[in-house]
Every structure is written in structure tokens, then in C-alpha cells.
């Protein structure tokens, strides 16, 4: 009959394997524990959650449309700067790109325009970290001294980076 000791030296193999079984019985208790965590969220703390979050996202979307919507060529390089803080991704590089032409075209044409907002913006999350904002808006546009008034209404998606809403994508879904 063999010893403890006599058995430990002769299989030295078994212990790192026993060892690497034991990790990762741990490693997926772990996983199931984090998992039935997750699964537990109420669905009322995610409505609170987003009901906190809702006001943010809505002054931001309505400070991004209002920049949008009234812009003369006197404020166009102010109100542009402050569209690129509020956003993010190909919206961002689109005006970004845009920006610098914006000026001498409002100056070259005697171009203003004016707007406001006549509805909304009205806010619904399509996750967490994304709301699509829709507002519908009037705008009168000024070219050399004709003007065109025009209601549309309007969708920006917006995505919360770190603890700011941007906006993400800009369409126009029709006139009203």
C-alpha cells in the first residue's frame, strides 16, 4: 500500500490540471453569479434611469437644432464651433467639414436664416446610450433680400459620450 507522499511524487502531472479544473469551476461560478445579477435589473430602474437622462439628451437636441436652424453669416463660425462640441462621429466630420465654406457662402448670397421650434424635440432611447430626438420646425431663409419660409421636421440621433449627450446623425424626414 502506497503513501500519500508516494502517490503525490509518482503522478506530479495531476496537480496543475486539478489546479486549472478548480479555476475554472470558480471562473464560470463567477460568470453564472454576474449573469443572474444582470438579468435581475427591474425594469422600472431602467424607466427611472432613462426618465433622468431624459432632460439631458433633450437640451441637447434642441441647442444642436437651434444652431442649425439660425445661422447668418455673423454667427455661423461661433454657432458651427459650438455644434462641433455637441457632436460626435460622421455628423461631426460632415460639418466639421463643412464649417469652414459656411461663411463666405451665407456673405456671398446676403444669406440668413431663422427658425424656431414648434414641437418636441420629442426624445425615445433606442438603448441606454442612444435616443433618436425628433421636432418639427419652422424656418425663413433670406437670400438676397427674398425670402422662403418652410416647416420640416427633423431627426438627430444622439449617443451619450462619457457623461455628455452628442448628436450623432442629423435627417430631414419631411416638410410639414
Do not use: H
Request: glycine share 8%.
Amino acid at each position: 500500500m502506497n503513501s500519500p507522499e508516494t502517490e503525490d511524487e509518482s503522478n506530479p502531472s495531476n496537480r496543475p490540471l486539478i489546479l486549472a479544473l478548480i479555476g475554472a469551476v470558480a471562473a464560470a461560478a463567477l460568470f453564472c453569479g454576474l449573469w443572474l445579477t444582470s438579468r435581475s435589473t427591474n425594469p422600472g430602474d431602467i424607466d427611472r434611469m432613462l426618465t433622468e437622462e431624459a432632460p439631458e439628451a433633450r437640451a441637447t437636441a434642441a441647442e444642436v437644432i437651434e444652431l442649425l436652424i439660425n445661422l447668418d453669416a455673423g454667427n455661423v463660425d461661433e454657432a458651427g464651433e459650438r455644434v462641433l462640441e455637441l457632436s460626435t462621429g460622421n455628423f461631426r466630420e460632415d460639418y466639421e467639414e463643412l464649417l469652414p465654406g459656411l461663411r463666405p457662402a451665407f456673405e456671398e448670397a446676403g444669406a440668413s436664416a431663422s427658425g424656431e421650434i414648434l414641437e418636441g424635440p420629442d426624445v425615445a432611447f433606442t438603448a441606454v446610450d442612444e435616443a433618436e430626438a425628433v421636432a418639427q420646425v419652422a424656418q425663413t431663409t433670406t437670400v438676397d433680400g427674398g425670402e422662403r419660409s418652410v416647416g420640416y421636421t427633423l431627426r438627430l440621433t444622439l449617443v451619450k459620450d462619457d457623461e455628455n449627450w452628442r448628436a450623432d446623425a442629423f435627417e430631414l424626414l419631411g416638410e410639414l
